[in-house]
T-cell receptor
Framework: GENVEQHPSTLSVQEGDSAVIKCTYS??????FPWYKQELGKGPQLIID?????GEKKDQRIAVTLNKTAKHFSLHITETQPEDSAVYFCAASSGSARQLTFGSGTQLTVLP | DAGVIQSPRHEVTEMGQEVTLRCKPI?????LFWYRQTMMRGLELLIY????????DSGMPEDRFSAKMPNASFSTLKIQPSEPRDSAVYFC?????????????FGSGTQLSVL
């Protein structure tokens, strides 16, 4: 089955700086890569996603890049703000139902 | 739409007791997933349904776990008997069918504590 590895497990940045989280996947058939943000006491929420026919996607301060050859994708957050502090999960979609396999998560802390 | 609705939000029970977690998916979604989240293992897929039919339950840890989806708007995850190692947050999630509509929506989860 699919295996998704995520790094780093924790990340602290100063407010205004950029944050980058990286993931690798194992199944070359995976073609959909979402990122979820989980705030304390809540369920994960989709913040951005990318399909395998696209190399990069941006949404305001958030961007995701995908390298299919190397099987890795990354989340970039620019001009970080304290409200960006949360756990971020990457995921890859595979299998007959395109079910998601999640990475282990990154605890992002934005220091004021 | 109110999103995916789970109940209860918190459940505290004693070892050996039966626990039932409930989920109402988003109307019109064909797929329903049950995940378990722990510090050690992260987000694990337990089971998923397509059009109310269980498709893959290979993630269910033991026979003590069972899940049903009697209709398109309701699913349950039951643990009987419960054990302390079952303590975790259990999430239900739903989405539309494949073909470009793979966005998965999560409920707020049920925090289960087995004493």
């Amino acid at each position: 089955g699919e295996n998704v590895e995520q790094h780093p497990s924790t990340l602290s940045v100063q407010e205004g700086d950029s944050a980058v989280i990286k993931c690798t996947y194992s199944d070359s058939a995976s073609n959909y890569f979402p990122w979820y943000k989980q705030e304390l006491g809540k369920g994960p929420q989709l913040i951005i996603d990318i399909r395998s026919n696209v190399g990069e996607k941006k949404d305001q301060r958030i961007a995701v890049t995908l390298n299919k050859t190397a099987k890795h994708f990354s989340l970039h957050i620019t001009e970080t703000q304290p409200e960006d502090s949360a756990v971020y999960f990457c995921a890859a979609s595979s299998g007959s139902a395109r079910q998601l396999t999640f990475g282990s998560g990154t605890q992002l802390t934005v220091l004021p | 739409d109110a999103g995916v609705i789970q109940s209860p939000r918190h459940e505290v029970t004693e070892m050996g007791q039966e626990v039932t977690l409930r989920c109402k998916p988003i109307s019109g979604h064909d797929y329903l997933f049950w995940y378990r989240q722990t510090m050690m293992r992260g987000l694990e897929l337990l089971i998923y349904f397509n059009n109310n039919v269980p498709i893959d339950d290979s993630g269910m840890p033991e026979d003590r776990f069972s899940a049903k989806m009697p209709n398109a708007s309701f699913s349950t995850l039951k643990i009987q008997p419960s054990e302390p190692r079952d303590s975790a947050v259990y999430f239900c999630a739903s989405r539309a069918a494949v073909g470009g509509r793979e966005k998965l929506f999560f409920g707020s989860g049920t925090q289960l504590s087995v004493l």
